[in-house]
């Protein structure tokens, strides 16, 4: 069985909401009947046989996570707050290191050349990142194509993880091209792409680690009439194969509170059948000034990425502040154990 639990007012619509979400008819078949086994206040478990939807990430997220349950006026309030997901996920194809590490994103967003993309992507490099990677807006144009770009940046020697949303049909032949001309990662908009994109991708064995940006999550996330927590959504994220989670951050600049970005930090790590841990990437207002507040807020030092974006850029010295966030993390994570745990 697929247990789920649902925030729910009136909670007395719960077996509606086991009904939309399986047969969708009192005389619908018992077989594949959802059925309600606990209400405890505003909180509503139920089950749902398991050969409903498989490890079917499309049917998943069409039932439990986007269902006609947020159009129904049924509910005065319905948002999915945790999930026992179904075996056969894929997970992530390489398992967080236990260590902080740091990535850093190619700005301006859009009008670089692959040269200029390729520039300053060696600065970053030079000051210490990790991982390099495209913006979420830049994909394919024609004054910065994909395979022009990647080769440009492959060429100074970069880890660099190239955004290959685009078209769907297209998907996976764009993400092979992309790793034969040299990219080190991949990077999806998993929410915009749609998350059965992350599995395939996944599938595919490309023999790269995916990043799966989070743009669109927040339509799922924010609302907290109807939605999706966010732990959930990570946990998706990394079972369908993502090997970077984003997860937000503790800056103030990003909607989730410090709990939920705990709780992606979390759902990014623990147990999850066999699933290999994914690096939960902390970004959002992300810099040197703030690296060790945000991995003191994240407690922990394991499994983490810092993210720059713009604030790699504030000061016109993009390698000097990611050197400078590099140090800070090293330095954060060379205290003390029993500092780290009072922090």
């Known amino acids: 069985m697929l247990r789920v639990t649902y925030e729910l007012e009136p909670v007395e619509a719960a077996d509606t909401l086991a009904l939309i979400e399986s047969v969708g008819r009192a005389d619908g078949p018992e077989h594949a009947r959802g059925r309600v086994v606990a209400v405890d206040g505003n909180r509503a478990v139920l089950e749902f046989p398991e050969t409903n939807w498989g490890a079917d990430v499309s049917l998943l997220v069409s039932s439990l996570l986007a269902g006609e349950w947020t159009d129904s006026s049924a509910f005065d309030r319905c948002r999915l707050v945790a999930v026992e997901w179904p075996s056969g996920l894929p997970g992530p194809?390489?398992?967080?290191?236990?260590?902080?590490q740091v990535g850093a994103i190619v700005k301006p967003s859009l009008g670089l050349s692959p040269a200029q993309v390729a520039e300053v992507a060696a600065q970053l490099a030079a000051g210490g990142a990790d991982l390099v990677k495209d913006d979420e807006l830049l994909g394919d144009p024609d004054w910065c194509p994909l395979e022009e770009r990647v080769q440009a940046v492959a060429a100074v020697g970069v880890r660099y993880a190239a955004n290959v949303t685009g078209p769907t049909e297209s998907l996976l032949e764009r993400a092979q091209r992309a790793v034969q001309l040299g990219a080190g990662a991949l990077m999806v908009n998993a929410f915009a792409q749609g998350l059965d994109s992350v599995r395939a991708l996944?599938?595919?064995?490309?023999?790269?680690?995916?990043?799966?940006?989070?743009?669109?999550?927040?339509?799922?996330?924010?609302?907290?009439?109807?939605g999706v927590a966010p732990t959930v959504l990570a946990e998706v994220t990394r079972l369908c194969g993502a090997?970077?989670?984003?997860?937000?951050?503790?800056s103030g600049t990003?909607?989730?509170?410090?709990?939920?970005?705990?709780?992606?930090?979390?759902?990014?790590?623990?147990?999850?059948?066999?699933?290999?841990?994914?690096?939960?990437?902390?970004g959002g207002g992300v810099g040197p000034q703030n690296a060790a507040a945000q991995l003191d807020a994240a407690r922990t030092t394991s499994g983490v990425m810092l993210l720059?974006?713009?604030?790699?850029?504030?000061?016109?010295?993009?390698?000097?502040?990611?050197?400078?966030?590099?140090?800070a993390a090293r330095r954060y994570s060379l205290r003390p154990k029993n500092e780290l745990e009072i922090a």
């Open 93 to 100: 194809a390489f398992a967080a290191p236990e260590t902080v």
């Open 202 to 226: 996944r599938a595919a064995e490309f023999g790269v680690p995916i990043f799966a940006h989070k743009a669109g999550a927040a339509l799922w996330t924010r609302q907290p009439a109807f």
């Open 243 to 250: 090997d970077f989670v984003q997860v937000g951050s503790f």
């Open 254 to 282: 990003v909607s989730e509170s410090a709990d939920d970005v705990r709780g992606q930090i979390d759902a990014c790590h623990r147990p999850l059948h066999s699933a290999s841990r994914s690096i939960a990437v902390i």
């Open 308 to 327: 720059l974006g713009s604030a790699a850029y504030e000061h016109g010295d993009p390698e000097g502040a990611v050197r400078a966030t590099v140090e």
